[in-house]
């Protein structure tokens, strides 16, 4: 079953153009990726660029932890063939991003 959320994202990402606000989401997902803390996606992607959007939150189960991490990537940026929805214990969005710049390496090779 997929996320609330990453349906959202890629509803969006297949839309594109055909929705007010829709480009502007996803040039910030893209500037993320290459600059932002999605950054440690794209620096792990070899044939493709990715577009990433990451998130800290308040940890809700045990054994709790200040935050959680998220990350939401959708490779290749251009059309979207893989969405990757990452949640890790303890940490924040950026470093959960670098968990999911690996496992989309690893993908790739």
Not at 76 to 87: S, Y
Request: hydrophobic share 45%.
């Amino acid at each position: 079953m997929l996320n609330p959320q990453a349906r959202l994202y890629l509803a969006w990402a297949i839309r594109r153009k055909n929705q007010p606000g829709v480009s502007q989401i996803l040039e910030g997902m893209r500037q993320s990726a290459q600059r932002g803390t999605g950054a440690a996606v794209d620096r792990q992607l070899k044939r493709a660029k990715a577009l990433v959007k990451t998130g800290t939150a308040p940890c809700t189960h045990s054994p709790w932890a200040p935050a959680d991490g998220f990350v939401l990537a959708l490779v290749p940026e251009d059309q979207p063939e893989i969405l990757l929805f990452v949640r890790i214990h303890g940490v924040a969005g950026a470093k959960a991003a670098e968990t999911a710049g690996q496992m989309l390496r690893e993908m790739e090779e």
